[in-house]
């Protein structure tokens, strides 16, 4: 599946991954290859990434959406946290 992630300034990533956690306003949940679609709100947290050729991604985030539409999700983040 593919993942896209966008600021309102650029875009930090766009890529394979087999899968993604997000921190959701009601706790976190992952994101699998052949999860059902969702918009869901993400809170202040930790997004943690792994990527198709294994390789692990994290960073911290203000706040979002995300949303799952077959095998494309979108995290749309307020911004990373440095």
């Known amino acids: 599946m593919n993942l ?3 600021t309102p300034e650029k875009e ?3 890529g394979p991954i087999t899968s993604v956690k997000v921190p959701g306003t009601t706790g976190q949940f992952e994101i699998l ?3 059902a679609s969702i918009v869901s ?5 930790e997004v943690r990434v792994i ?3 294994g ?3 994290s960073f911290k985030i203000d706040k979002g959406f995300v949303e799952v539409l077959q ?3 979108a995290l ?7």
């Open 12 to 14: 930090i990533f766009n």
């Open 33 to 35: 290859k052949g999860h």
């Open 51 to 53: 990527k198709e050729n």
């Open 71 to 73: 095998q494309e999700v």
């Open 4 to 6: 896209i992630v966008l």
């Open 41 to 45: 709100s993400l809170g202040e947290g």
């Open 76 to 82: 749309l983040v307020t911004r990373i946290q440095e």
């Open 55 to 57: 390789e692990n991604m």
